[in-house]
């Protein structure tokens, strides 16, 4: 009977917080489907509407949600993939190599501390350093700045996912023939593999939903992000829900489907390192 | 393969871990590194194969400096405690791994593992992933992982230390039969005794970074260099008497006990028996001094009985009371 009402409480409480975290994702999803005139219908239908695409296709055929979504998943691809070669790289030589003057502990604050002021403080640096190498307007502009955004939190991810793999297997590797970069590709990483797929999950999320740089550094169609897309529907003279919310719903689907992918890996990358085992 | 360690030593900040070891290998020796924890055996073991770097002194290889070579190209195997097995290989890729780095092709990498399976009788086991193996096969599957190809030397780390005791002393008698087949030069480092008198060729006995004595496993039992060496090695360990001018050492198994009093045998009190089955152990008290002796398995006194001992006067050890060192002031020398 107690177990009951515990098991009972325990999915309330799951519900509560489904509930909380779903209902806007709900509310994007109906107004993307709903026409103007259920849109702003008081009280709202919440299940009883016609639905109707014509939201979907204004965004992606008539304006050009399609290529902002391109250049979204290119930006976000391209900037995890350096972030995670980087950084792994720098991590397992922070991890793993003694370097002189207690460097590797305080090169791991130093690259800490990248993180720790507001972003929008390198907003104009970035912005200035960007338009004097003419990169204002590109992907490779926003490329570089979220490679370098994602930079620290793979390093200190993937440093304690390093730190906690016993030194014996790359010894071991090496001692059978292997140089350090042939035993890290095919022993090291493959063991932490889980952490990487968790780090790249983050990196994607990150590089996906940013807005502050892709809007400083962006201003025309060539470069444009979804995020940075979407918020240029609110215009001087109407704010067209069904159009952001039609993109938004779509903006999801690739993250999703990612981290549904690499569900397996998530799990055990969050939790790798809390146990050693 | 000849191997040659010249004044090398190795410090950690201040701390001296090997302290000026010279030491000097024949081609097909087993060579035993034996001390107690600490000692510096295994990090001597680690500066061989380049794990550690050598802070001065040479490490020579058939006479080349190899200090400065990688790990990876010294062609040395070694097998480590935790037998550092590659979790998500199965156990025919762990085996066939450093072929595959040499880049031999499959068929012929394939054949090799299946010829080292064979021989040490894991074949069936190689389509399977390390953790669903005993402690004893993947003991197995290192010792095949470090055979696969011919090296010049191996290497092993304590690699029985994680097996159980029966398994132990028979993992013992196939390693000694291996390399005897094999003919490769071995070092081998571990704090066990037992394991250090039957395998070797050679036993370098190591305390606190230093070499204390190197020589045949009888030769260090008979003659220990010194009173560490002595008490090291042999279990139970040596008696000491301190007597002036010079320690006496006595082995346990040349103290005679008798429950009758005998032409010149000391009175002894009997602390307590330990029975082996094969032998007795009998813990004395002659004056200020406590004994241990080896006596045959149906050797019977009570606790606080009096005795009678008989001491071999010619298998008496002496030392220096201040270094250590052993003194030739006995006959058997």
Not at chain 1, 118 to 131: D, E, Q, S, W
Not at chain 2, 225 to 247: D, H, K, Q, W, Y
Not at chain 2, 303 to 325: C, L, M, N, R, T
Request: contains cysteine.
């Amino acid at each position: 009977m107690r177990r009951k009402i515990a098991q009972g409480s325990r999915y309330a409480l799951l519900t509560v917080a489904l509930l909380f975290s779903l209902a806007p994702a709900y509310w994007m999803l109906t107004i993307s489907l709903k026409t103007e005139v259920d849109q702003f219908a008081s009280p709202p239908p919440w299940f009883s509407f016609t639905p109707t695409l014509e939201h979907y296709y204004d965004a992606f055929v008539t304006r050009g949600f399609g290529e902002y979504l391109f250049t979204s998943v290119i930006v976000a691809v391209a900037s995890t993939a350096c972030a995670l070669v980087i950084g792994t790289l720098a991590a397992y030589a922070l991890a793993r190599f003694e370097l002189p003057w207690r460097l590797n502990r305080r090169l791991s604050l130093w690259i800490l501390s990248t993180r720790m002021f507001p972003a929008i403080v390198t907003a104009v640096p970035l912005f200035l350093m960007m338009r004097d190498v003419q990169l204002l307007n590109t992907r490779a502009s926003l490329i570089i700045v979220y490679t370098g955004f994602n930079l620290p939190f793979v390093v200190w991810m993937m440093r304690g996912f390093f730190a906690d793999l016993p030194r014996d297997l790359e010894e071991a590797a090496l001692v059978d023939g292997d140089s350090r970069l042939g035993a890290l590709v095919r022993v090291v990483l493959p063991l932490v593999s889980p952490g990487l797929a968790a780090t790249a999950v983050f990196c994607l999320i990150v590089s996906w939903n940013e807005f502050l740089f892709a809007l400083v550094l962006t201003q025309t169609d060539a470069a444009m992000t979804l995020p940075v897309g979407i918020a240029g529907r609110v215009t001087q003279y109407e704010i067209k829900w069904g159009v952001m919310s039609a993109a938004a719903t779509v903006a999801i689907i690739p993250i999703l489907m990612f981290a549904l992918a690499v569900q397996k890996y998530l799990v055990r990358g969050l939790s790798m390192g809390a146990v050693k085992g | 393969m000849g191997i040659e360690f010249k004044n090398v030593n190795k410090e950690y900040g201040s701390t001296s871990v090997v302290d000026d070891l010279s030491l000097k290998i024949d081609d097909g020796e087993f060579i035993v590194l034996l001390g107690p924890s600490g000692c510096g055996k295994t990090t001597t073991l680690r500066m061989l194969a380049g794990l550690e770097p050598v802070t001065s002194g040479d490490i020579l290889i058939d006479g080349k400096r190899i200090n400065d070579v990688p790990t990876q190209h010294r062609d040395l195997a070694m097998v480590f405690q935790s037998y550092a097995l590659y979790p998500h290989m199965t156990i025919a890729e762990n085996i066939g791994y450093p072929l595959r780095v040499r880049k031999l092709d499959k068929a012929k990498r394939a054949e090799r593992v299946k010829r080292v399976a064979a021989m040490l009788e894991i074949e069936p086991l190689l389509d399977r992933k390390p953790r669903q193996l005993s402690g004893g096969e993947r003991q197995r599957v290192a010792l095949a992982r470090a055979i696969v190809r011919e090296p010049r030397a191996y290497l092993m780390d304590e690699p029985l230390s994680n097996l159980d005791a029966r398994l132990r002393v028979q993992m013992r008698g196939e390693l000694k039969h291996l390399q005897h087949e094999l003919g490769t030069t071995t070092i081998y480092v571990t704090h066990d005794q037992a394991e250090a008198m039957t395998l070797a060729s050679r036993v370098a006995v190591m305390m606190k970074g230093r070499l204390q004595q190197f020589d045949t496993p009888m030769n260090i039992y008979n003659y220990p260099a010194n009173r560490f060496v002595a008490e090291f090695v042999g279990s139970p360990s040596m008696n000491f008497i301190e007597e002036s001018p010079l320690t006496k050492g006595i082995r346990p198994e040349h103290i005679q006990v008798l429950s009758e009093p005998h032409d010149g045998a000391i009175a002894a009190t009997v602390y307590v028996t330990e029975q082996m089955g094969n032998e007795t152990f009998v813990f004395l008290t002659v004056g200020s001094n406590r004994l241990i002796a080896r006596a045959p398995a149906d050797f019977r006194a009570d606790e606080e009985s009096q005795v009678w001992i008989k001491i071999a006067e010619d298998k008496i050890h002496y030392f220096d009371p201040v270094s250590g060192e052993r003194r030739a002031t006995d006959n058997t020398d």
